[in-house]
C-alpha cells in the first residue's frame, strides 16, 4: 500500500515562494497520476496541479505561471515550487495519488492521501 508525507509548508509574505514535498513509500509503479490539492477554510478541496506517469503536467488556472509540479521517480518524491504567493493561496495541501489510466484531473478518483502540510500566505 501506497503511503504519503508532505513537508515544506509553512508562513510567508505576498510575492514569497514555498516547495512543498511528497514522499511516497510502499509500491507506487500503479500509479497513472500524482496531484496536489489544497483546502482553505470555508471551501472545498480543489486541485491545484497533477502530473501524469508520462511526465505531462497540468496546473490550476488560478496557479498558472506560479506553482510548477515535478517528480524525482528514483526518489518516489513528489514537488511543488510556488512562486508569487497570494494571501488567496492559504490552505492545507494535500498529495494524492491515482491509478486509474486518463483524467489526472478528477479529484474523486485519486485513493490515496497524505495527511497535508499547512500554508499561510499573509498580505
Known amino acids: 500500500q501506497v503511503q504519503l508525507v508532505e513537508s515544506g509548508g509553512g508562513s510567508v509574505q505576498t510575492g514569497g515562494s514555498l516547495r512543498l514535498s511528497c514522499v511516497a513509500s510502499?509500491?507506487?509503479?500503479?500509479?497513472?497520476?500524482m496531484g496536489w490539492f489544497r483546502q482553505a477554510p470555508g471551501k472545498g478541496r480543489e486541485g491545484v496541479a497533477t502530473?501524469?506517469?508520462?511526465?505531462?503536467?497540468s496546473v490550476a488556472d488560478s496557479a498558472e505561471g506560479r506553482f510548477t509540479i515535478s517528480k524525482d521517480n528514483a526518489k518516489n518524491t513528489l514537488y511543488l515550487q510556488m512562486n508569487s504567493l497570494e494571501p488567496e493561496d492559504t490552505g492545507m495541501y494535500y498529495c494524492?495519488?491515482?491509478?486509474?489510466?486518463?483524467?489526472?484531473?478528477?479529484?474523486?478518483?485519486?485513493?490515496?492521501w497524505g495527511q497535508g502540510t499547512q500554508v499561510t500566505v499573509s498580505s
Open positions: 502530473i501524469a506517469s508520462d511526465d505531462s503536467t
Open positions: 510502499g509500491y507506487t509503479d500503479s500509479s497513472n497520476c
Open positions: 494524492a495519488t491515482k491509478r486509474g489510466a486518463g483524467d489526472c484531473n478528477r479529484q474523486n478518483e485519486y485513493e490515496i
